[in-house]
């Protein structure tokens, strides 16, 4: 076994952890997870930095909080100049192969990876920048209950064309590395956007369940009992413009299943074909997600909010030659993910070329103790001032210069339904978060970066729509003059370099 071991990230969109049966779930299908977690290390208490799927793949990427980063929302650009997980793994010596979705915005569509095999599902320009200032406005590309009063099943839809050839490519990218010349250990990211909505699956998923299997929200609220921001949000998505009913919540709810299902089935293939290309015994695998999903939770859906379903997602870590099968209770969150790759890499921690805002979690894959903190910020659509969350021990704080503050003790509270930040008992703990929440962002200053970045983007992106428009979206190119047969290589050559794993005269 190798001290430089590979790693094959495993990235699913919008899948909250509760929705898995590794994390407690009793509908959900998954035996390619199941055996995963298991087999693995598995975070019980792990989340997104920011729920919003470009902010928090971008902290995930960088190891910074995004207000560090002015990635604020799905249309902020990922600045170049922020090392990656994927910048430092290269130049410890790995391939960086990224397939399927980052959501990166602006110009650079590497940020670190020597290889990308597919194209992005959704631009890279700045056309969905939201507008603190105009918040009534909503924007065609906002979330829309369609989503669910559509839900269904179906044969083919954008996701499932992408998540096809998400995992073609990264499969197909195993054997070329298993049949090529170069001996770097690597890094591959293979990014899904499934099981984010809209809930829509092809009829061999759907069909894996049945309405009678199909839990119903826990949580329901009427509008007037939510919280300003959830509020908020229910104007910003239109839950408002169109009436749900029960068998709606239940098929959206069904077909989510079924495309964690799906994912299943492609974590499946491609642990498969790491077997088969003799990677797996040297190849760390982790599973994880972007952000959560809702599902009706509270009458609200998809993410943008701290409450669990949207923010608390799944990592499991999966190494039984390197580390024992065990649970971490302790919380942790994306931005642990990049020094805890360099570690495991053998990088030391102090080539970090800026501050890191995330802790190695090695020490808790290895059983130890570690550090039990998420901070998390939310600074996109939805919002008009910014959102931060401190998560520490069983408390979760929740605090906006424009709102009430929200504490909630998820020891006793799991579904968080009890705001303690007015009981009189815990006066003394909110003070100490508050003063947390001063003493770590201004909020002030932080506000009017935001407005002041959505303002230039909103002007560059007119700009740039008028005359001649130049896309940044990545255009993968394929070599075809170098596939398969061709007449400027032997035959015997090509075909014996083609095959895996090589003829040595013995019949297996």
């Not at 921690?349 to 802790?359: E, I, M, Q, R």
Request: overall charge negative; proline content about 7%.
């Amino acid at each position: 076994m190798s001290e430089h071991p590979n790693f094959l990230i495993l990235m699913a969109d919008q899948l909250t952890a509760r929705a898995l049966p590794a994390y407690g779930n009793r509908v959900a299908k998954t035996p390619y997870i199941d055996k995963l977690a298991a087999d693995g290390v598995v975070f019980d208490s792990f989340y997104c930095n920011s729920p919003l799927c470009a902010p928090s793949r971008f902290s995930f990427l960088s190891g910074r909080q995004v207000s560090a980063i002015g990635a604020y929302d799905n249309a902020a650009e990922f600045p170049a100049q922020v090392p990656t997980f994927a910048h430092y793994l290269r130049r410890a010596g790995y391939q960086t192969v990224l397939s399927g979705k980052m959501h990166f915005c602006g110009a650079d569509q590497l940020h670190g990876f020597e290889e990308r095999l597919t194209t992005d599902i959704y631009p890279a320009d700045f056309g969905w920048t939201p507008d603190w200032n105009r918040f009534e406005h909503r924007p065609s590309w906002y979330h829309s209950m369609d989503s669910v009063t559509q839900a269904g099943p179906c044969t083919r839809t954008n996701q499932i064309d992408f998540d096809d050839d998400v995992v073609f490519n990264a499969r197909q990218k195993l054997f070329d590395m298993a049949r090529g010349k170069d001996r770097r250990p690597f890094c591959m990211v293979a990014s899904m956007t499934h099981p984010h909505d809209p809930y829509v699956i092809p009829q061999r998923y759907w069909d894996r369940y049945a309405d009678v299997e199909i839990d119903m929200p826990r949580v329901r609220m009427a509008t007037d009992e939510l919280d300003p921001h959830s509020r908020r949000l229910r104007h910003v998505c239109g839950l408002d413009l169109q009436a749900v009913n029960d068998a709606q919540v239940r098929a959206a709810r069904r077909a989510y299943y079924g495309a964690v299902s799906y994912i299943d089935d492609q974590v499946g293939t491609l642990l498969a074909a790491l077997a088969d290309a003799r990677f797996a015994d040297n190849t760390i695998v982790l599973l994880l997600a972007d952000h959560g999903d809702m599902l009706g939770e509270r009458g609200l859906w998809y993410k943008m909010n701290f409450f669990e379903p949207a923010c608390r997602i799944p990592l499991i870590v999966h190494a039984p030659g390197r580390f024992a099968p065990r649970r971490v209770a302790a919380s942790a969150s994306l931005v642990d993910i990049l020094p805890t790759l360099s570690e495991l890499a053998g990088d030391k921690p102090t080539n970090f070329a800026t501050p890191l805002d995330g802790s190695s979690l090695v020490p808790q894959i290895g059983g130890a103790a570690g550090r039990d903190e998420v901070i998390g910020e939310y600074l996109a659509e939805g919002a008009i001032a910014p959102l931060v969350m401190i998560k520490r021990g069983r408390y979760k704080f929740v605090h906006s210069p424009i709102d009430p503050d929200q504490l909630y003790d998820l020891l006793e509270d799991p579904d968080e339904v009890q705001n303690l930040a007015h009981d009189a008992r815990q006066a003394g703990l909110v003070r100490e978060f508050r003063t947390e929440v001063a003493r770590r962002w201004d909020m002030p200053v932080l506000h009017a970066a935001v407005i002041a970045s959505q303002q230039r983007r909103h002007l560059v992106y007119d700009a740039l729509r008028e005359g001649r428009y130049t896309p940044w979206d990545f255009q993968p190119i394929r070599d075809s003059s170098r596939l398969y047969v061709r007449n400027d290589q032997d035959l015997g050559d090509l075909e014996a370099m083609a095959r895996f794993p090589p003829f040595t005269g013995r019949m297996p």
